[in-house]
């Protein structure tokens, strides 16, 4: 029965090879399982993949994989971990091997970490944990006023926006449901707005970064704005995440937060990678806190400065937009008529006015032009001697 499915096992295993982490590659390498004679040389992971396919029957799940590896002797089993990637995440901390698996005394905020180029790196040699997607239930707000479900909405909103205007719609979906599941987990507050704003009182120790880092003081793009707040109303009514589930935290894919190795990661949407609970607590029916119906009053103009400025008459738009931070909208009065002036912020980032953009563009176009003035080098400090610099690999003009 094997053998006839051999060929398609083979196929199979070549391709889930090429897509195992460095350790898998190794470990079966090592196995030195004898082969059939053959009267042409064949390709290693020809070989390999064929080996894969007997000993798993096709199974290639992390459970076929297991009995693989553990037809390895101490040896080959030290041989494999030493060239596993994952296995040096806790060297990069200087930390104790197996912190990771540690129970956490506190609750992670979604700092950043290690950013850029090594963040990608060590974010894509972190694997899914196995079993780490748990389904979530339908939210179940219960509001105990219509003021109170405004609220709530108006913070979740405020989160999917600030977090991910850019995001496609499952990655909001799956901001909007990391708030709600936090409201259901014993960890954390009992209400949206106490778990968006969590922290935001102190100078430190924030959970969303809108909330203390002046993102509010911006003002939202209208459709933006309103797309988040779809997103939040759907998830208040009942609509589930089903890709991220459980999931309590989460973290931009160009940064690698100190937390992620100590919790299951589930998987990634768009820019943002999701993680849960290790063991229990990140199991569906951890999630049994209720709602507490009645949501706190936010003042907003403690964590941000006021979104719209009201101004007097003034006389042309030029001199309503003096002295006014960058970032924000002011109401006047120009002509008898009201206006709002200003350049509004998509998530938190200042769009450049048209005026700045047209400026960049003839600097631009100068330079590709051979019109942009040279630049002056200031002469060295006493004792420096200058040199020559050789541009290597500019092309020919």
């Known amino acids: 029965m094997l053998k006839g499915r051999l060929p398609q096992l083979k196929s199979t295993g070549r391709r889930a090879m090429a897509a195992a982490p460095a350790a898998m590659a190794v470990t079966l390498a090592a196995m030195g399982v004898a082969m059939s004679a053959s009267s042409s040389p064949r390709p290693d992971l020809d070989r390999t993949a064929e080996t894969v396919a007997r ?10 994989l297991q009995a693989v590896m553990e037809r390895l002797d101490a040896g080959q089993l030290a041989v494999a971990r030493r060239h596993d990637p994952a296995l040096k995440l806790p060297e990069l901390y200087g930390l104790t091997p197996g912190w990771e698996s540690l129970t956490l005394g506190g609750k992670p905020t979604l700092d950043q970490g290690v950013s850029g180029l090594a963040a990608q790196q060590l974010n894509a040699a972190m694997p899914t944990a196995f079993g780490a997607l748990q389904p979530a239930m339908p939210f179940d707000l219960r509001p105990a006023t219509e003021a109170d479900r405004k609220r709530a909405l108006r913070c979740l909103t405020q989160a999917v926006y600030y977090e991910s205007a850019l995001e496609p719609t499952e990655g909001q979906e799956g901001v909007a449901q990391v708030v709600l599941n936090r409201v259901r987990d014993p960890n ?12 935001a009182e102190r100078t430190t120790g924030c959970q969303f970064s809108f909330t ?46 100190w937390w992620s190795p100590t919790l299951a990661k589930i998987t990634q949407v768009g820019a943002h990678i999701f993680y849960r609970w290790k063991g229990a607590p990140g199991e569906t029916a951890a999630f049994a806190q209720k709602s507490a119906g009645r949501e706190p009053i936010i003042d907003e103009a403690r964590f941000a400065r006021s979104r719209v400025l009201l101004a007097t008459a003034a006389d042309s738009v030029e001199a309503a937009l003096t002295d006014m931070p960058p970032g ?22 200042r769009q450049a006015s048209k005026e ?42």
């Not at 009992?190 to 922290?199: A, H, R």
């Not at 309103?226 to 894919?253: C, P, Q």
């Open 188 to 199: 954390f507050p009992s209400t949206v707005c106490g778990v968006v704003y969590q922290g």
């Open 328 to 349: 924000q909208l002011r109401t006047v009065e120009i002509d008898g008529q009201t206006r709002v002036v200003g350049v509004a912020s998509l998530g938190g980032r």
């Open 55 to 64: 000993l798993t029957g096709g199974d290639l799940t992390p459970r076929g």
């Open 212 to 257: 203390c880092d002046g993102a509010l003081a911006r003002s939202p793009v209208p459709w933006a704005w309103d797309r988040a707040a779809r997103v939040a109303e759907r998830a208040l009514s009942g609509h589930v995440a089903t890709r991220v589930g459980t999931a309590t935290h989460y973290h931009a894919d160009y940064v690698h937060p």
């Open 356 to 397: 700045e953009i047209a400026a960049i563009n003839e600097r631009l176009k100068a330079f590709e032009t051979g019109a942009a003035p040279s630049l002056v080098v200031a002469p060295p400090p006493t004792g420096v001697t200058p040199m020559a610099v050789e541009e290597v690999g500019k092309p020919k003009a």
